[in-house]
T-cell receptor, first 111, second 116 residues
């Protein structure tokens, strides 16, 4: 049972553009929604996270938008750079314990 | 570097052999999580341990897989009688708290297991 659905599977964005990755969850008990960035051969690294009592969180060029009623959340990367090329995973958890991950989005930022 | 350490980084085993993966959490962290990442897929939770205790093993296959986190030393994920389907990247994460606000999980670089 896939509890977190992520789309798109892959994404190509020009340098300076906006990258948007979407996730939807099923379990209404989830109360913490982090995004992870993973480079080839490396472990995932926390990028930004949000709780359902907030509709938006911004950190630098990265913004999470959260829609509790629709059970959806998304990551926006503004002014995308080639260095942002990586695989991005959304995740969800209850009480910040074990993480349930989406299937990942491979982002490529072109010059 | 006080990050999560995993070894070996790459492990090759033949079918039927045992694989033993080690994870040393960040300094001061007593909570360890193991995840498995199959090719082109997301990470799947396997087991959550605290020192000397298994807290949640709901993601562990019922047979051949076991995990421990002893009072002293690293956490060990053991796979007995490996099969080709066990080929994957295994990631360990550690956290300061087991749950609650700001309980960030820090991931290690992973062990890539290949079963021939």
């Amino acid at each position: 049972q896939q509890q977190v659905k992520q789309s798109p599977q892959s994404l190509i964005v020009q340098k300076g553009g906006i990258s948007i990755i979407n996730c939807a969850y099923e379990n209404t008990a989830f109360d913490y929604f982090p995004w992870y960035q993973q480079f080839p051969g490396k472990g995932p690294a926390l990028l930004i996270a949000i709780r359902p009592d907030v509709s938006e969180k911004k950190e630098g060029r990265f913004t999470i938008s959260f829609n509790k009623s629709a059970k959806q959340f998304s990551l926006h990367i503004m002014d995308s750079q080639p260095g942002d090329s990586a695989t991005y995973f959304c995740a969800a958890t209850k009480s910040a314990s074990k993480l349930t991950f989406g299937t990942g989005t491979r982002l490529q930022v072109t010059l | 570097n006080a990050g999560v350490m995993q070894n070996p980084r790459h492990l090759v085993r033949r079918r039927g052999q045992e694989a033993r993966l080690r994870c040393s959490p960040m300094k001061g962290h007593s909570h360890v999580y193991w995840y498995r990442q199959l090719p082109e897929e997301g990470l799947k939770f396997m087991v959550y341990l605290q020192k000397e205790n298994i807290i949640d093993e709901s993601g562990m296959p019922k047979e051949r897989f076991s995990a421990e986190f002893p009072k002293e030393g690293p956490s060990i994920l053991r796979i007995q009688q490996v099969v080709r389907g066990d080929s994957a990247a295994y990631f360990c994460a550690s956290s300061l708290l087991g749950q609650g606000l700001n309980n960030e999980q820090f991931f290690g670089p992973g062990t890539r297991l290949t079963v021939l």
